[in-house]
């Protein structure tokens, strides 16, 4: 079966899910945790994740 987030980006796949402004108030408190678990939500893989949080550039 495939997933309905398939052949979407990341930004398609969290405003699909009802999930941007969850993920933007999680960027704007520099929640790595809370980014973590909505792009799981989104059906991404672990290194896209990895990847994705590397690419924010959010001090920690």
Same mark, same amino acid.
């Given at each position: #079966?495939? *997933? =309905?987030? *398939? &052949? #979407?980006?990341?930004? $398609?796949?969290l405003?699909? &899910? /009802?999930? #941007? !402004?969850?993920?933007?108030?999680?960027? =704007?408190? =520099?929640?790595? $945790? /809370? @980014?973590?678990? @909505?792009? =799981?939500?989104?059906?991404? !893989?672990? $290194?896209?994740?990895?990847?994705?949080? !590397?690419?924010? $550039? @959010?001090?920690?």
């Amino acid at each position: #079966m495939e *997933s =309905k987030f *398939s &052949g #979407m980006t990341v930004n $398609e796949r969290l405003y699909v &899910g /009802g999930l #941007m !402004n969850d993920f933007d108030n999680c960027l =704007k408190q =520099k929640d790595v $945790e /809370g @980014i973590k678990s @909505i792009l =799981k939500k989104v059906e991404l !893989n672990e $290194e896209s994740i990895f990847d994705i949080v !590397n690419s924010l $550039e @959010i001090d920690r």
